[in-house]
C-alpha cells in the first residue's frame, strides 16, 4: 500500500488529512464516531486570549453546495484550552494545531507563547480577524497587515508557525510572500469567501450578522487556483483547503501545490467524510503506482 504519511515544518503526520479550525471543536464530539487517529492532524477551534460568547444567532445558513457562518470564533479562552482541552487531545495519536485568533495584536502575541510553553505541535494564525485599532480592517487583507502580524507573532512564537489566508484579496501569493518573509513556517489557505444571504420574504439578512464566511464545495475551485497560485510563489510548504469534499477533491489540491489538505464543511454533512477521503487517496495511488502521497505535490502540468 501506498505511504500516506508526510512531515512537514518537522511535524510527522500519519496522513495528510486535517480537520480544519472550527469544523470539530476541540475533538471531543468526532471522538465518538472514530478514533481521531483517523485524521493525520487536528485544527483545533479558532482561540483567543480570552473566553469568546461569539456572534448573536441566526449564525449560519445554507448555500448552494455550502454555507455561510458568522459563529464570531466562540471559544473558551486558551487558559481553559491549556488545561482542559489540550491535554486530552495529546492522548489522541494526532498533531494537534492551535489555530490563533485575536483583535490587536498584542492579543494574538500573549497567546501564542501561552500556548508555546504546551506540548502543543503546531500554531496555525487566523489572520482573517478585524484588527480593532486598525478600524476593523483584516489583519490579512494587506501585505503590511498581514506581514506586521506575522513578524510580531514570531518574537514569540516557539512552535511551528502556520499562517492561515484570506482569499478576500487582489493578489493572494504577494501576501504569502509576505508572511513566508517574516517567518511563516508554512501557509494554509483559503479561508472563507465573504458572502450574504437575503430572506426574500422578511427582506433580512437572513444571518444576524450580515454576512458571513463561505466555505463548501463551491468554493473549490477559487481554492484550487489560489493554491496553485501560492505554490509557485514560496518555498514553505502550503497546506489546501476550501471545498474538499471527495478523495478526488484532496488529489487535485494537491496536485495544484497542497502538501496536505484540511477539511471542514463536508464534515458536517458527512462525519465519516476523512475515513472515505483516506481510502480513496490511498486507493488512487496504488492504482497509479505512487508509492507516496508526496508524490502529488505540484505535480499538475500547465504547458
Not at 470539530?24 to 471522538?31: L, T
Not at 476523512?274 to 481510502?279: D, F, G, N, T
Amino acid at each position: 500500500m501506498a505511504d500516506l504519511s508526510l512531515d512537514i515544518c518537522g511535524v510527522h503526520f500519519n496522513n495528510p488529512i486535517i480537520a480544519a479550525s472550527g469544523t470539530v471543536g476541540f475533538g471531543r464530539e468526532y471522538a465518538e464516531f472514530y478514533p481521531l487517529s483517523v485524521f493525520g492532524g487536528i485544527s483545533c477551534k479558532g482561540t483567543t486570549l480570552k473566553e469568546r460568547p461569539g456572534n448573536p444567532p441566526p449564525r449560519i445558513a445554507e448555500t448552494p453546495m455550502g454555507m455561510l457562518n458568522a459563529v464570531g470564533l466562540q471559544n473558551p479562552g486558551v487558559e481553559h484550552f491549556i488545561k482542559y482541552d489540550l491535554p486530552w487531545l495529546k492522548q489522541q495519536n494526532t498533531v494537534v494545531i492551535s489555530n490563533v485568533a485575536g483583535s490587536t495584536v498584542e492579543d494574538y502575541c500573549k497567546t501564542a507563547e501561552m500556548l508555546s510553553d504546551t506540548d502543543i505541535d503546531m500554531i496555525e494564525l487566523n489572520i482573517s480577524c478585524p484588527n480593532v485599532k486598525k478600524g476593523g480592517a483584516q489583519f490579512g487583507t494587506s501585505c503590511e497587515g498581514a506581514s506586521a502580524i506575522t513578524r510580531e507573532v514570531r518574537k514569540y512564537c516557539k512552535k511551528p508557525l502556520i499562517v492561515k489566508l484570506s482569499p478576500n484579496v487582489t493578489d493572494i501569493a504577494e501576501i504569502a510572500r509576505a508572511v513566508e518573509s517574516e517567518g511563516a513556517d508554512a501557509v494554509s489557505l483559503i479561508n472563507t469567501l465573504t458572502g450574504m444571504r437575503i430572506d426574500i420574504n422578511t427582506r433580512r439578512p437572513i444571518i444576524k450578522n450580515i454576512t458571513g464566511g463561505l466555505s463548501g464545495a463551491a468554493v473549490f475551485p477559487v481554492a484550487v487556483r489560489m493554491v496553485w497560485q501560492v505554490k509557485k510563489a514560496v518555498k514553505i510548504p502550503v497546506i489546501g483547503m476550501g471545498g474538499v469534499t471527495t478523495w478526488k477533491d484532496a488529489v487535485e489540491i494537491m496536485l495544484a501545490g497542497a502538501d496536505a489538505i484540511q477539511i471542514g464543511t463536508a464534515l458536517f454533512t458527512d462525519p465519516y467524510a476523512p475515513v472515505r477521503i483516506a481510502e480513496g487517496l490511498s486507493a488512487y495511488l496504488d492504482k497509479n503506482g505512487i508509492s507516496s502521497v508526496t508524490e502529488l505535490t505540484g505535480k499538475v502540468q500547465t504547458d
